[in-house]
């Protein structure tokens, strides 16, 4: 599962980065190229390893015999899975659900959210949707960790008695790749669509020449007879193969979650006229020079790792070089979409704050999170030293990302029949086809987990449990401190006679849009005074990933120079206080920062004798919002006119 959600973060030269238009004019092609190199990274570094997974032993049952009726039917599976769960699943259906351009299961989620007058059920959807993003956090561990060890097992091949090295090898390009991240991703994203479309056009220049010896085998791999006829002859062991095979279309959910960076249809050009073929060619150039050996000893033992023997001697470093580099960039961009997926959280109440560097001057969608990109980069280093092998992580990889398909077409179900209103009669078939194929790779991963499929389980059950902790708190503390808050209106007239007015404005930060916010409580309390101008501030984040700067600012005059004023943006817009307040009017004149206080209110939790959550999520919630980076930083406000004021509250 590459991206889950907004995955990528690093748009194409000249793609959206305003959320409206896809490119400001740049071209169809342009932003077709651009999708090779970013979105598709992980599928195509899935021929290094997949093939080869699905005849291996597993769990106990033998490995599959590298014969002509098995390999066809290992690729006829291959075929028909990337024609149904890509093709047809995604590209053709998920796709045309945007959230006003933006894809991606958080986006989706708040599409449905915002389209549905029931909360009775979209609350079950609420949580699917988070165990989805939950899911992809165990996913973009998991996806560095193979792709890159497996590209470096390549160097074996060129490099006599490397083994020992490989680990090592992988740990070092995994820490530069992390390390790097703080530099941004704007000039080295130039350059993922060439390198990109030279690797694709790789895969298919190797394909093509192993399959001029066996033409016959395209025929074989389409027919869906050939599948089905594995399934017959070899039961439980087909089933077992499908947890392999799966591995063929992992990264599937990118179309999806980048479709706000490059647009619908270059992202679907890409892949049926380019991305899709390549692939397959390079399936079925392995599976053609596994056949092509005379004896079953060479065949088993092209098998072990068919990508690599398919290379020509004499262009050997080159290719395996060009499969490195395309694992970073498949690595780059999982890591980019899980700083993407966190700062739609953040804004969407799953996450608490954190520390967010905006890396380019003119792409929004590039931002680094150094808690985020140093929390992977030690569980991805750690991954590589628990499993030591492409094919040990292989058991790893699947099971978050059939768990995110099957959430997906969950989430689709709701679209057809909330969103886009479709009978039942109708939905219902389409439906049920995406969740048999779901079902069928989910239960075949599913025996992986003795092997090491618990562990994106464990990650996706850790994070869901700190997200939803997060989430409940977040809404409990919110509850308790409305309950006791008083009228802003009550207050103003209260208050302005009361208090000595001095120079300047206050601005009040306040969570809600009701009652009177508990630093300005506090403020006239200890210091007995009132600026000439007091702004009650709210951020109000939409379920839609941008709002009409048109509609951003909202003011209320309560007289006597009290102001209710709210900022509305986007779940993917950046929260930039002092911008949004420029472009506030009506609002007793404009604000000067020099003659502007900030005054935020920072909540200690209290136990309760009665706590509404168990203790250890309270304990949970407590410990997120100490470690929570500071509003001040969180909403740009400059640092020397920002005032903290404490209170306590028990939940």
């Known amino acids: 599962m590459s991206t889950s959600a ?69 690729l006829s599976l291959v075929f028909w899975s990337m024609m149904m769960v890509v093709t047809v699943k995604y590209v053709l259906t998920i796709t045309r659900a945007d959230n006003k351009g933006e894809g991606g299961s958080l986006a989706l989620l708040a599409l449905i959210r915002r389209a549905s007058d029931s909360a009775g059920w979209t609350a079950p959807l609420v949580l699917l949707g988070v165990f989805a993003t939950a899911l992809f956090y165990g996913d973009s561990m998991i996806t560095p960790a193979i792709s890159v060890l497996s590209a470096t097992e390549g160097l074996q091949y060129i490099v006599p008695g490397f083994e020992p090295w490989i680990v090592p090898t992988a740990i070092a390009i995994l820490v530069c790749l992390f390390a790097l991240q703080s530099r941004g991703t704007e000039k080295v994203g130039k350059l993922f669509g060439p390198i990109m479309l030279t690797y694709f056009g790789m895969l298919a220049t190797l394909g093509v020449m192993h399959l001029s010896a066996n033409p016959s085998i395209i025929l074989e791999t389409i027919n869906p007879a050939n599948a089905l006829n594995f399934f017959i002859t070899d039961g439980f062991v087909a089933f077992i193969a499908l947890g392999s095979v799966v591995l063929a279309v992992t990264g599937a959910e990118a179309l999806y979650a980048d479709m706000g960076h490059f647009g619908r249809k270059p992202i679907g050009i890409s892949w049926l006229t380019f991305v899709f073929p390549a692939l397959m060619l390079n399936y079925m150039g392995q599976g053609a020079l596994v056949l092509s050996q005379t004896s079953p000893e060479a065949a088993a033992a092209l098998i072990k790792d068919p990508f690599f023997l398919m290379i020509p001697d004499i262009v050997r470093v080159p290719v395996i070089i060009l499969a490195l580099l395309a ?55 750690l991954l590589v030293l628990f499993f030591q092998s492409s094919s040990n992580l292989a058991a790893a990889y699947g099971i978050a990302v059939t768990g995110a398909m099957f959430i997906d077409t969950l989430l689709l179900a709701a679209v057809l ?43 996706g059950f850790v994070i869901f449990t700190l997200l939803t902790t997060w989430a409940r708190g977040r809404k409990l503390m919110r509850e308790r401190m409305s309950e006791s808050a008083l009228p802003l209106e009550i207050f103003a007239k209260s208050a302005k006679n009361s208090a000595l007015r001095v120079p300047g404005t206050a601005i009040f930060m306040a969570s809600s849009t009701a009652g009177v916010p508990s630093a300005l409580l506090h403020n006239i309390k200890h210091n007995k005074v009132l600026h000439e101008r007091v702004v009650i501030l709210t951020i109000a984040i939409a379920d839609v990933p941008y709002v009409d700067p048109d509609t951003r600012c909202e003011m209320t005059d309560l007289g006597d120079g009290f102001y209710r004023a709210v900022l509305h943006y986007g779940f993917m817009e950046e929260t930039d206080v002092p911008l949004g307040l420029k472009k506030m009017e009506r609002c007793g004149g404009t604000f000067d920062m020099m003659h502007t206080s900030f005054f935020l209110s920072r909540q200690t939790l209290l136990p309760s004798e009665k706590p509404a959550m168990p203790l250890w999520r309270e304990k949970i919630f407590a410990w997120l919002l100490r470690n929570s980076a500071s509003a001040m930083d969180f909403f740009k406000l400059p640092t020397n006119r920002v005032v903290e004021l404490g209170s306590q509250v028990e939940i």
């Not at 190229?33 to 899935?46: E, K």
């Not at 931002?367 to 140093?374: E, G, L, Q």
């Not at 992986?448 to 499929?453: D, F, L, M, S």
């Open 327 to 381: 694992t970073i960039i498949a690595s780059q961009a999982v890591i980019s979409g899980a700083f993407s997926l966190t700062q739609q959280a953040i804004q969407l109440g799953f996450i608490p704050r954190m520390e967010i560097h905006h890396t380019s001057a003119t792409a929004a969608g590039q931002i680094y999170i150094p808690a985020i990109n140093w929390g992977l980069m030690v569980m991805v280093i």
């Open 417 to 459: 029949t909330a969103l886009w209103r479709w009978p039942l009669w109708k939905a219902l078939p389409l439906v049920a086809v995406f969740l048999i194929v779901d079902v069928a790779y989910f239960g075949a991963n599913l025996i992986k987990v003795p092997q090491g499929g618990w562990v994106p389980l464990a990650i």
């Open 6 to 74: 907004s995955s990528s973060a690093l748009p194409a030269a000249g793609a959206e980065t305003a959320g409206h238009s896809h490119g400001h004019g740049a071209s169809t092609l342009t932003l077709a190229v651009g999708a090779v190199g970013v979105v598709f990274g992980d599928i195509g570094t899935s021929p290094l390893y997949a093939f080869r997974e699905t005849f291996a032993s597993h769990h106990g049952a033998p490995g599959i015999s590298p014969d002509a009726a098995h390999i066809h039917g290992v």
